[in-house]
């Protein structure tokens, strides 16, 4: 093609654009030769076509199968010094449950310790009904375990946190199966409104796996009503995540799930075999055992002193020991509360039921002098100016001063709106007064 170039013109034509080609290519960052050249990146891994298993997204879970199935079990370990909140774990070991059966849990508690107990909590299809799946439970319990300390070998108490979870609902027997293993040896149940939610849920699944249950025939401590009587006076909400708040001094992470969620999230997981989201689930349940441990150790703690951390939980103390007949042990816990700081409103209850009390024992000058510190500081209720009134007429002889604490009440009474209530009680209070002013006529 080139042979009409003159001899030795082609090849310096070829040789000056293969020159002008190379610096073109060092410009665009291209190096001659491949001594210069970086090795090429290693190919990214490849992602898994589907959703993480379990496994990856809990460690330290594993299966246990059988015939039936299989069941997926969480455990975490905690040692009994952790402290969750305010409170440490092992505060509930240096109690016993005997004060449980005092206050009426469970009469069957005397003599049994805290090591023997089982907590259990579960996490739900539903919230009830025959077709309402339990599709993990939650236990935790205390038991003894070697460890070293300063090169020694020693046997210290843990408590063990364990979560059962159904892959697939179809792997029940085998989870109930494995609750059942659990339960056995155990002195007891200690839940959070188990006894009306998680043991009937429970022992209905057990029912219908053709199945008899351990969980309705063993002494319970539900902290619930226990929680109510002592702490909704002052707090309003019990439910447990009012009470790690304002209580237990706790804040749970973002990890946590609201309750309600949770039988959607473990819907979406049967459907789309996705567990990522179960991860917060988990981390809820677990909470909530740790808390039910702290949560006892406040409660058994103040059951056995007498003696709350708060004056008007004092009273609620109190108050409960009196509907319990506990008379004298009432009578030296709503002493105490009084010597409290406490609203105005807990200071009237407080001595109202001691004047109760007193006048229930024959005592009847202390329970003047209790009605007496009421009326003074009331303003909007006559209740200890009529007890008053009564007593003075029917007990003292004493017609003058009843015709006086009943007109206090009428001075009282019209400084408040006019209502069905206020209109018989000053009907009532018109009518003693006439009998009176003839009595001292």
């Known amino acids: 093609m080139n042979s009409h170039l003159p001899p030795g013109r082609g090849a310096r034509t ?3 654009m293969t020159d002008e080609i190379a610096a073109l290519l060092r410009r665009l960052g291209v190096q001659k030769g491949a001594r210069h050249l970086r090795p090429a990146p290693p190919p990214p891994p490849a992602r898994p076509s589907g959703p993480p298993p379990l496994d990856m997204l809990l460690p330290g879970g594993r299966l246990i199968e059988a015939a039936a199935g299989a069941c997926f079990v969480v455990e975490r370990v905690y040692p009994a010094h952790h402290r ?8 509930l070991l240096a109690l016993a449950p005997d004060e449980g059966a005092r206050y009426a849990i469970d009469p069957r508690l005397a003599g ?8 259990l909590d579960t996490e739900t299809t539903g919230l009830a009904g025959a077709g309402a799946l339990a599709f993990m439970v939650g236990v935790a319990f205390f038991e003894p375990q070697p460890v070293v300390v300063d090169g020694q070998a020693e046997v210290r108490d843990v408590l063990v946190v364990r979560q059962l979870f159904l892959r697939d609902p179809g792997d029940e027997p085998v989870m109930l199966a494995y609750l059942d293993e659990l339960l056995e040896g155990k002195a007891g149940l200690i839940t959070f409104n188990g006894r009306s939610f998680d043991v009937p849920l429970l022992d209905n699944r057990y ?35 009012a009470l790690e708040q304002s209580l237990l001094g706790l804040s749970r992470t973002q990890d946590d799930v609201p309750g309600w969620l949770i039988p959607s999230l473990y819907l979406n997981y049967l459907r789309s075999g996705d567990a990522t989201e179960l991860a917060r689930v988990f981390y809820h349940n677990e909470m909530d055992m740790l808390s039910m441990v702290t949560l006892a150790g406040r409660i058994f703690r103040q059951l056995a002193d007498s003696r709350c951390d708060d004056a008007r939980d004092q009273v609620s103390l109190g108050r409960w020991q009196a509907d319990l007949g506990l008379h004298e042990l009432a009578e030296g816990t709503l002493r105490e509360a009084l010597e409290g700081d406490l609203p105005l409103e807990a200071y009237h209850q407080a001595l109202y039921r001691l004047a109760a009390l007193y006048k229930a024992n024959g005592r009847r000058a202390e329970a003047v002098v209790a009605w007496q510190q009421i009326a003074y500081t009331s303003d909007g209720d006559v209740t200890a100016h009529v007890e008053l009134a009564k007593h003075y007429e029917w007990q003292a002889g004493d017609p003058p001063a009843a015709r006086e604490w009943t007109q206090r009440a009428l001075a009282l009474l019209e400084r408040l709106p006019l209502t069905p209530n206020t209109r018989l009680a000053r009907a009532e209070l018109n009518h003693r007064l006439q009998r009176l002013e003839r009595k001292v006529g």
Do not use: K, T, V
């Not at 969750?84 to 505060?91: C, E, I, N, S």
């Not at 049994?112 to 907590?119: I, P």
């Not at 796996?209 to 309003?236: C, K, S, T, V, W």
């Open 14 to 16: 070829i040789e000056h």
């Open 84 to 91: 969750h909140g305010h409170d440490a774990l092992a505060d």
């Open 112 to 119: 049994a310790s805290f090591r023997d107990f089982l907590f």
């Open 207 to 241: 029912l219908l796996n053709r199945r008899l249950g351990r969980l309705p025939a063993m002494p319970h401590i539900d902290l619930l009503p226990p929680a109510r009587r002592l702490y909704r006076a002052r707090l309003g909400s019990c439910a447990l995540g």
